[in-house]
C-alpha cells in the first residue's frame, strides 16, 4: 500500500474541511495518513520534506496557488505525486487541469486518477507551475488582499486589476533563448507554464505543461480602452490578435527592467528587482489529474 502524506494550509477552506478530509481518507483506506498543518505557505517546504523523509509516496496538498507552489518548489523528487485539493480563492492550476473543488472528488482522482509528469519555470531560482511575471500582474495580486480575497473571492483580483490598469509601463529587454525579442516599454511581462490566468483568460493559445517550453507575452496597452481590447482578446482566446500582446515560446528567458518593480510566482508576490532570470525544468514533477485528462 502506498504512503500517504497531508500537508494543509489550516486557514484555508474547502467543504466540510480538514475533517471532511480525515473521513474521505479513512473511508478509501488510509485512516492514519502522515499529517501536517501550516499557518502559512512559507512554512510547507519543511512539512514537505519531512513527508518525504517519513516516506510519503503521494502527498495531498490543501490550500491555493500559493500553497501549491511552496510544496513544488521544496519538492525536488518526481517519484513522489501530488494531488491537489484546491482550498484557495483562484486555484489556477487545480482548475487548468480539472481537479474540482470538491474533496471527495479531488481525493479519488489523488488516490485513482493518472499520474502525470509535469514541467516547472524556475524564476530567479524559485520554481513556479502555473504563470509568473512582473508589472500589471504583479500588482494586481499585491492589491488583492487576504481579507479582500476572503471577502470578495475572485472578484478582489478584478479591483485590485484597475489600479494596476493606471500604473506606469516599464522599459525593458527580454531575451529569449539567448536572442533578442522584444525591446521597448511594456504593462506586464507574463511567463505561462499554462494558457490560462485567473478568471479563465486564455493568455497562450499552445501553452502546454509538459512540453518542455514556457511562454512569455509582453502587454502594451496605455489606455483604459486599449486594456478593455486586450481583456476582449483574452475573453475570445484570440490574444494573437491583439496588437497590444506579443507572445514567444523559448526554454530559456531573461528580462531586464529600466527600474526594480516587483513580481509575482503563482500569485505569491515577491520583493523589487530589475532582473528576471526564467528556465523551464522538463518533466520536474508528477501531479495527480483526472483519468481522462490530456
Given at each position: 500500500m502506498i504512503s500517504i502524506a497531508v500537508v494543509a494550509h489550516a486557514d484555508k477552506t474547502l467543504g466540510g474541511g480538514l475533517e471532511e478530509l480525515r473521513e474521505v481518507l479513512a473511508a478509501a483506506g488510509h485512516p492514519k495518513p502522515i499529517w501536517y498543518e501550516v499557518a502559512r505557505s512559507s512554512k510547507a517546504p519543511e512539512s514537505i520534506r519531512r513527508a518525504v523523509k517519513d516516506g510519503a509516496d503521494l502527498i495531498f496538498v490543501w490550500g491555493g496557488d500559493g500553497m501549491v507552489q511552496a510544496c513544488i518548489d521544496a519538492l525536488r523528487r518526481p517519484d513522489v505525486a501530488i494531488a491537489i485539493l484546491p482550498a484557495g480563492t483562484g486555484n489556477l492550476l487545480a482548475t487548468s487541469?480539472?481537479?474540482?473543488?470538491?474533496?471527495?472528488?479531488?481525493?479519488?482522482?489523488?488516490?485513482?486518477?493518472?499520474?502525470?509528469?509535469?514541467?516547472?519555470?524556475?524564476?530567479?531560482?524559485?520554481?513556479?507551475?502555473?504563470?509568473?511575471?512582473?508589472?500589471?500582474?504583479?500588482?494586481?495580486?499585491?492589491?488583492?488582499?487576504?481579507?479582500?480575497?476572503?471577502?470578495?473571492?475572485?472578484?478582489?483580483?478584478?479591483r485590485s486589476s484597475v489600479k494596476a490598469m493606471r500604473a506606469r509601463s516599464v522599459r525593458m529587454k527580454i531575451h529569449v533563448d539567448d536572442e533578442v525579442w522584444f525591446t521597448g516599454k511594456a504593462a506586464c511581462a507574463l511567463i505561462g507554464n499554462i494558457g490560462t490566468v485567473t478568471g479563465g483568460l486564455r493568455v497562450f493559445a499552445r501553452a502546454s505543461p509538459s512540453d518542455g517550453k514556457l511562454d512569455v507575452g509582453v502587454f502594451t496597452p496605455k489606455t483604459a480602452w486599449q486594456w478593455l481590447k486586450v481583456l476582449v482578446h483574452e475573453v475570445t482566446g484570440q490574444t494573437e490578435d491583439s496588437p497590444q500582446i506579443e507572445t514567444r515560446r523559448g526554454k530559456k528567458i531573461v528580462i531586464t527592467l529600466e527600474r526594480k518593480r516587483p513580481y509575482e510566482l503563482d500569485g505569491g508576490v515577491r520583493p523589487r528587482t530589475d532582473r528576471l532570470e526564467v528556465r523551464v525544468e522538463a518533466r520536474a514533477i508528477t501531479l495527480c489529474v483526472p483519468a481522462a485528462a490530456n
Open positions: 487541469l480539472g481537479i474540482p473543488k470538491d474533496i471527495a472528488k479531488a481525493v479519488h482522482i489523488g488516490l485513482h486518477g493518472r499520474r502525470r509528469r509535469l514541467d516547472v519555470g524556475v524564476m530567479n531560482g524559485e520554481r513556479f507551475v502555473a504563470m509568473a511575471g512582473t508589472g500589471f500582474d504583479a500588482i494586481m495580486v499585491k492589491d488583492a488582499s487576504r481579507q479582500a480575497k476572503d471577502q470578495l473571492g475572485r472578484l478582489a483580483y478584478l
